[in-house]
């Protein structure tokens, strides 16, 4: 069972479960990381174990080898990453983050390292920005506090807008906690989701034993979606949800504060948001001849907005590329299932189903049926506009989710 695009691992966790070999591929090394942890046997008692010395250690290190510590976070970056890192965490933070990922790094068994990797990224990447000095880390450009309080109480940064700013406060105010602490925190959440930490699901997984399907290790690695590293006709199933089109949810814009910390330079994670599927820019890109609706669509958002147009061209042309690599890959009488969402792009319905059902024809698909589920508001992913317009078509398709059913004859 296949996912190109795994995201946060639903597919591989669910062929995991089920007994199937789960492969998942990603360009953004934090969802390749949390589908590895998702799927990997990990003994919680050794990982709460590893967690606490981590915390030790790190301290230790604080208290001990702060000019270690200093020396080591001006020489690990190149200028602009560490102007980055200045510019998003206070110094005190980067010296204790620096500490934790120090201790990360030592850890040899690769599934315990990503464990603790992902926790480390876990205290950044948070919709309030975490421990950077970021305000909103969600679905928007980040903004930089101006105000910085430290938990006690001691002012951080900003110091001189504490006393006229009243106003001006409640908005660019943050209350930095300790990198450390939330740290510990966040490591002891991410051991209830483990079954041994739970003496009662130990108890019911040993009692399934003999009904529960063998697991097999999936197979996670790093690849982009338009390239496939597999050979033709091998797959039985491909389960996906590829990104919204048109830079809808930029994923690498939050995930690059932690992912520094893991060594990569902003020029290297650049690139990486290049490969992303539904990026706005075009400049790089070959765009695809695509079937006429699925033009006639892209012409309608051109005739308002050229760049607007320009990027779904993008976006249908790589995932024209996307539908061929399944193609090539699934054996024949197998299919892959697709979720999508729908977008809006100055005011065009961007009728992501329909286009894709169409270029998945042209490819040598065939489309059975499209089905159609109604998405919670609150739990959609993308916002939808600030006014909610029941009487509005588009609207309406905003608030669903479409699954395509492309079977290969
Ligand atoms: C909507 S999410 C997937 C959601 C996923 N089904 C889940 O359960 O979380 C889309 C994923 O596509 C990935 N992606 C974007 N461009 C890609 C590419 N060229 N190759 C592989 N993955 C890509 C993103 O990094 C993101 O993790």
Redesign the pocket.
């Given at each position: 069972m296949l996912?190109?695009?795994?995201?946060?691992?639903?597919?591989v966790l669910e062929a995991f479960l089920s007994g199937r070999y789960g492969v998942g591929?990603?360009?953004?090394p934090l969802?390749l990381l949390l589908t590895k942890v998702k799927t990997a046997p990990l003994s919680a008692s050794r990982i709460a174990c590893i967690g606490k010395k981590i915390g030790v250690q790190a301290r230790q290190a604080m208290e001990k080898r702060q000019d270690e510590l200093w020396k080591q976070l001006a020489s690990r970056w190149d200028t602009k990453t560490y102007e980055f890192v200045n510019y998003w965490f206070t110094k005190e933070a980067q010296l204790a983050l620096l500490a934790l990922m120090r201790e990360i790094d030592q850890l040899s068994d690769e599934a315990v390292k990503a464990f603790f990797q992902l926790a480390f990224s876990a205290i950044i990447i948070t919709k309030s920005g975490g421990v950077s000095l970021a305000l909103d880390l969600a679905h928007t450009r980040p903004h930089r506090a101006k105000y910085v309080i430290a938990e006690d109480g001691h002012v951080i940064a900003g110091e001189e807008l504490a006393g006229d700013a009243v106003k001006r406060k409640p908005v660019l105010t943050k209350k930095l906690r300790s990198p450390l602490e939330e740290f510990d925190k966040r490591v002891q959440q991410n051991l209830q989701g483990l079954p041994e930490s739970n003496a009662k699901q130990m108890q019911l997984s040993w009692e399934a034993e003999a009904d529960e399907p063998r697991k097999i290790t999936p197979h996670v690695v790093r690849?982009?979606?338009?390239q496939l590293p597999l050979d033709n006709s091998t797959v039985d199933l491909i389960v996906?949800?590829?990104?919204y089109a048109a830079n809808a949810i930029d994923?690498m814009r939050a995930h690059k504060f932690s992912l520094v910390w893991f060594g990569y330079s902003l020029g290297e994670l650049t690139e990486k948001r290049k490969?992303?599927?539904g990026g706005e820019s075009v400049s790089h890109l070959l765009l695809a001849q695509l079937p006429t609706q699925t033009n006639k669509v892209i012409e309608e958002v051109r005739s308002d907005n050229d760049k607007k147009g320009k990027s779904l061209h993008r976006y249908y042309s790589e995932m024209k590329q996307v539908l061929q690599e399944m193609y090539r890959v699934l054996k024949p009488g197998k299919a892959a299932i697709v979720v999508v969402g729908n977008s809006v792009l100055g005011h065009h319905d961007t009728q992501i189903p329909s286009c894709l059902s169409e270029i998945g024809e042209e490819i040598g698909f065939c489309v059975p049926k499209i089905g159609v589920r109604n998405l919670d508001r609150n739990r959609r992913m993308m916002p939808a506009g600030a006014k909610l317009d029941l009487s509005s078509q588009i609207q309406q398709r905003m608030h669903q989710e479409y699954v395509i059913g492309f079977y290969k004859q």
């Open positions: 996912d190109p695009m795994a995201g946060s691992g639903t597919t591929f990603d360009i953004d969802a690849s982009d979606a338009k996906t949800s590829p990104p994923y490969e992303c599927i």
